[in-house]
């Protein structure tokens, strides 16, 4: 399905439930399993019934950290957001969660209702991530992985999303389990968008992300190289501070999509400091242009049908 069409089948789910839906290729009306306890049944059909809801799903990796996958994210999200869509933005960063902070909701905090978590508003957007939940934004989250999975699972199952358009998923860096639980967990997911920055000791380790989504079955719906040359804040001109053009080479080497550079602009680091969304804000500057070309790119049809992973 194009997602032009997205807003039109979102809209038309919103009169039905899972008790009245009638789709019978819907994944949440899928049985029991014979090793499936009654109780794990339940809990697969809810996650089930919260992400028929959601038509597009998009998750942003990296095998770096620091390369600004959180940026991509939330600007992603936001363009998406400006335009019309409803966008869910979860930030499953366990350990290092910043999609508060650079949105500006450092001090807001999840209510719950009989029917689960209600995730933090933004414009047309709804937010969840584990620092809502701290009473210390300071505080150390110190987990194994079965708890970390626990969490992503409530935040998927819990979570009042409703109807969207588009989920995107701030992944943390590498391939561990985070990035597995996710790609487990939301089935299918439409791709994942990857995040590099052009010097090669970065490139090395962002290729493994693309073996990891290659081996769970995930399209890879492109490379984004960040932190592309630095914008002079007084004259516009790039300077190359970094070895450019790692990420183009990776994309060509690993036979993936390249979706384009955005180069280290003064702006980005501001707007996300001040929590606001640099592509919003910043969008009539030529790297916020740059920007929403990219993202055009990712949007510009379910890739999901088309892409091998």
């Known amino acids: 399905m194009d997602v032009k069409e997205a807003k039109t089948g979102a809209d038309s789910a919103k009169s039905k439930t899972c008790d009245t839906c009638g789709d019978s290729s819907c994944s949440a009306t899928k049985q029991q399993k014979k090793d499936e306890s009654t109780e794990e049944y339940a809990a697969r059909i809810r996650l089930l019934s919260r992400l028929c809801r959601i038509n597009h799903k998009i998750v942003v990796l990296s095998g770096k950290g620091g390369v600004g996958k959180s940026t991509v994210a939330v600007n992603l999200a936001m363009s998406l957001a400006l335009s019309g869509k409803r966008v869910g933005l979860l930030d499953v960063d366990i350990h290092g969660p910043s999609i508060p902070t650079m949105l500006g909701l450092e001090n807001k905090t999840i209510e719950g209702t009989a029917g689960g978590l209600l995730p933090v508003e933004l414009e047309n957007m709804k937010v969840m991530s584990i620092g ?39 992944a943390p860096p590498g391939t561990g389990d985070e990035p597995l639980s996710l790609c487990q967990l939301i089935d299918p997911l439409d791709g994942a968008v990857i ?45 190359q501070i970094l070895p450019a053009g790692g990420g183009r080479k990776m994309a060509t080497d690993m036979k993936v999509p390249f979706l384009g550079a955005i180069p280290m602009d003064p702006g980005i680091a501001k707007s996300g400091d001040e929590g606001r969304a640099f592509i919003q804000h910043y969008a009539s500057s030529p790297t916020a242009k740059l920007m929403q070309e990219i993202i055009n790119q990712i949007t510009a049809t379910d890739k999901t049908k088309k892409l091998n992973s």
């Open 195 to 239: 995040v590099t920055t052009p010097q090669r000791v970065a490139a090395v380790d962002v290729r493994k992300s693309i073996s990891f989504c290659r081996q769970v079955h995930v399209p890879v719906l492109g490379v984004i190289e960040n932190m592309s040359g630095f914008v002079c804040p007084k004259c516009g001109e790039i300077t």
């Open 132 to 170: 809502f939940l701290l009473q210390n934004q300071d505080d150390a989250i110190i987990w194994r992985g079965p708890m970390k999975m626990g969490v992503i699972k409530q935040f998927l199952t819990d979570v009042e999303w409703g109807d969207l358009d588009y989920l995107i998923v701030d």
